[in-house]
């Protein structure tokens, strides 16, 4: 959970980040248990955007609340943003929809923000 503090600081310390690609591992009980990160406040001040993101690739996502943040922080600060690409993880069943309407939900800064699941084709 501490790791989405780093990686949102790197990204926040790379003004010319185009492309982003992160492969999750969440331990889903320790993450469904930790407290509140509140990243969004503490380590991001208000207005902060990160103006040229176009892409990110996320996989083995788990849908733990701490990655839903951060997709939120991501959708909602990335003004050119472009796609979001997922490949859930191994453990996401089919029946967890509830990933996939949460994430469609999330306000967008950019009005081209496009959000793909990709279904593991074995």
Request: glycine letters at 4%.
């Amino acid at each position: 959970m501490k790791e989405i503090l780093v990686v949102l600081r790197l990204i926040l310390s790379s003004p010319n980040l185009q492309e982003l690609h992160i492969s999750s591992s969440s331990n889903a009980i320790a993450a469904s248990e930790a407290s509140d990160l509140n990243f969004r406040e503490t380590d991001c001040p208000t207005g902060c955007t990160l103006k040229r993101l176009k892409t990110v690739k996320i996989s083995d996502l788990s849908g733990v609340p701490h990655e839903m943040e951060f997709l939120k922080f991501l959708l909602k600060n990335s003004p050119v943003f472009e796609v979001m690409s997922i490949l859930p993880g191994i453990y996401v069943s089919c029946g967890k929809l509830h990933v996939v309407i949460e994430l469609l939900r999330f306000r967008r800064a950019s009005a081209k923000a496009e959000i793909i699941f990709i279904r593991d084709q074995m």
